[in-house]
Each structure stands twice: as C-alpha cells, then as structure tokens.
C-alpha cells in the first residue's frame, strides 16, 4: 500500500523555469491538498481539490497552478520559478467523509536558485 | 495573522517523564484539532485529534486537551520515549476535516533524552 506518493524528492531549478510536482494516491481518496513548509512557519495550504475536476485555492496559491483530471493524481505545476518559492513540499490526501486525518506523502524538497 | 501559534519552538525532557506540547488559536470557527508527528526526511504523520465537542481524547500515551473558552489545546505524552523526539504540528480546522484544509502551528521540536 504506497499512500500518497511524491515525485521527485529533490531538484533544483534557474529563476524563471517552470516545473510540474507529481502526487498520486491509491487509496481512492476524494480530497487531495498541496502545502508548503518554511522554517518556523509550518505547512502553509497552496491549492486543495474537493474530487476530480474540482479545485480551489488555499493561503498561498500566487505562483501556482493545479488541475485534477483523475482521483488519484493532483500534479502541482510553478509556471515561473522564483527564489521565494524554494521550501519542501507536501501533498496529502484524505477521504473527504467524516473526520478522516489528512495522509501526507514524504515530501518535495525544491530549490530556485 | 497566524490563526494556530505554537509558542514553544522547542522542548527538551527526559525519558519516562510527561511532555506537554501547547498550541493557541484564534478562529473560533475551528471545530476539529489534530497533532502530527514528524521526522526529518518524511511527511507528517497523524497522532492524534480532538472534536470541539469533547475536552479530552486518549490514545494510548498519547491524549489531547481541549479549551474552548481559552482557546487552547495541549498534547500529553506520558512516559515520554527517546523515539518520541520529533517535531509535532498542531493543525486545526473549519467543518471537521472533511475538506482537507488544514491550519497549522509552526510547530515545536521535542527531544527526548534517554
């Protein structure tokens, strides 16, 4: 059972190109959430997903753009990388009935040099 | 304006003694609290989670305090294990957790001594 799984682990990208971070889950989960993670300040919502087709911003989406095609995939894509937007990345995903807890995937970590 | 504060950055205790994580908020339309674990290298992972109906949950060493009227929540763990050391995330939010958006604290560094 792989959970929520995140490719690639690491990369490193100039200012200016753009990259998409894959996530995918297996457990048929309705809702899927990007965050991101800087240092003392926690995970940060960028774009969450309801069901395929469905999609809405979070906290921080400026720079960010998502669709959801499948229920299982929920790529997150930076159009024009910039410096501020070097952080670790998360995806989780979650059932979307009832008080079911977030599972998160092991992480992005991306650097905009 | 961080509406889930974590005040603590870190906290240092010896094994088989209790950790008390703290965690403040200040939208009072949140209903549903949770606590995640993690370790260097990985994704968060659930612990724990608390309704706002309820003022207490156990799991095991692991239990969950809730104050509505303060706005505080606080995570036990008793005894504290040297496997325990982790960073843990308060995470709150509006609706239960129904759709996936979570709110969550800046997070506190425990580490504990063997």
């Known amino acids: 059972n792989a959970g929520v799984t995140q490719t690639p682990k690491f990369q490193v990208l100039k200012t200016g190109q753009s990259m998409t971070l894959q996530c995918a889950q297996d457990m048929n989960h309705e809702y899927m959430s990007w965050y991101r993670q800087d240092p003392g300040m926690g995970l940060r919502l960028i774009h969450y997903s309801v069901g395929a087709g469905i999609t809405d911003q979070g906290e921080v989406p400026n720079g960010y753009n998502v669709s959801r095609s499948t229920t299982e995939d929920f790529p997150l894509r930076l159009l024009s990388a910039a410096p501020s937007q070097t952080s670790v990345y998360f995806c989780a995903s979650n059932p979307g009935q009832g008080n079911q807890p977030q599972h998160f995937g092991d992480g992005t970590r991306l650097s905009i040099l | 304006d961080q509406q889930v504060k974590q005040n603590s950055p870190s906290l240092s205790v010896q094994e088989g003694r209790i950790s008390i994580l703290n965690c403040d908020y200040t939208n009072s339309m949140f209903d549903y609290f949770l606590w995640y674990k993690k370790y260097p290298a990985e994704g968060p992972t659930f612990l724990i989670s608390i309704s706002s109906i309820k003022d207490k949950n156990e799991d095991g060493r692991f239990t969950v305090f809730l104050n509505k009227s303060a706005k505080h929540l606080s995570l036990h763990i008793v005894p504290s294990q040297p496997g325990d050391s982790a960073v843990y995330f308060c995470?709150?939010?509006?609706?239960?957790?129904?759709?996936?958006?979570?709110?969550f604290g800046q997070g506190t560094i425990l580490t504990v001594h063997p």
């Open positions: 995470a709150a939010s509006e609706g239960g957790t129904s759709y996936g958006k979570l709110t």
